[in-house]
């Protein structure tokens, strides 16, 4: 075998494995960026839904702490989930969402709960739980938007139309 030979068949073989190891990479990097994709966009359904119940949850408080001296009950829509949806949103949030994000959102729930619980138990008086509702469950609220809006990088400001600019992750993290 003369030299152009062996040239030939090293570049046709180079050529080869090139022809078949790019599109392999190019649909595993592919795949990665929609199974990205696809669970950014479940986060995004996820913490909407987690901020609507924590928020109902606090509506709900207040409106019923309001309720107990009241001589005739004052009109109210209630937005909470029923018991099921709640468990769905809860198994929901462990499948998808941060350990950080569940913990806040926990942190929420257990606040309305041990708040509702100390007044109707005699505990705590309705000024003392409307305080501590809008102490306790407003600083785990707020919390909780932060560490969802980090996550989401929902603060970073937009690309420039047109542009292949990237946000430097150092500053989002």
Same mark, same amino acid.
């Given at each position: 075998?003369?030299?152009?030979?062996?040239?030939?068949?090293?570049?046709?073989?180079?050529?080869?494995?090139?022809?078949?190891?790019?599109?392999?990479?190019?649909?595993?990097?592919?795949?990665?960026?929609?199974?990205?994709?696809?669970?950014?966009?479940?986060?995004?359904?996820?913490?909407?839904?987690?901020?609507?119940?924590?928020?109902?949850?606090?509506?709900?408080?207040?409106?019923?702490?309001?309720?107990?001296?009241?001589?005739?009950?004052?009109?109210?829509?209630?937005? #909470?989930?029923? *018991? +099921?949806?709640?468990? !769905? @949103?809860? $198994?929901?949030?462990?499948?998808?969402?941060?350990?950080?994000?569940? &913990?806040?959102?926990?942190?929420?729930?257990?606040?309305?709960?041990?708040?509702?619980?100390?007044?109707?138990?005699?505990?705590?008086? #309705?000024?003392? *739980? +409307?305080?501590?509702? !809008? @102490?306790? $469950?407003?600083?785990?609220?707020?919390?909780?938007?932060?560490?969802? &809006?980090?996550?989401?990088?929902?603060?970073?400001?937009?690309?420039?139309?047109?542009?292949?600019?990237?946000?430097?992750?150092?500053?989002?993290?």
């Amino acid at each position: 075998m003369d030299i152009q030979t062996a040239i030939s068949m090293a570049s046709l073989l180079v050529t080869a494995s090139v022809a078949l190891v790019v599109p392999v990479q190019a649909f595993k990097f592919a795949l990665r960026q929609e199974q990205v994709r696809l669970l950014r966009e479940q986060r995004v359904a996820l913490y909407a839904d987690m901020l609507v119940e924590a928020h109902a949850e606090q509506q709900w408080l207040t409106w019923w702490l309001a309720n107990q001296d009241a001589s005739e009950e004052l009109p109210f829509e209630d937005t #909470r989930l029923p *018991a +099921l949806e709640r468990a !769905r @949103l809860g $198994a929901r949030g462990t499948a998808v969402g941060s350990a950080k994000v569940n &913990r806040l959102f926990n942190t929420v729930q257990a606040a309305v709960g041990r708040i509702h619980l100390l007044n109707a138990t005699g505990r705590m008086g #309705r000024d003392t *739980a +409307l305080m501590q509702l !809008r @102490l306790e $469950a407003g600083r785990a609220q707020d919390a909780l938007e932060a560490a969802i &809006r980090a996550e989401l990088r929902s603060d970073m400001p937009l690309p420039p139309s047109g542009s292949t600019w990237l946000p430097d992750r150092r500053r989002a993290s």
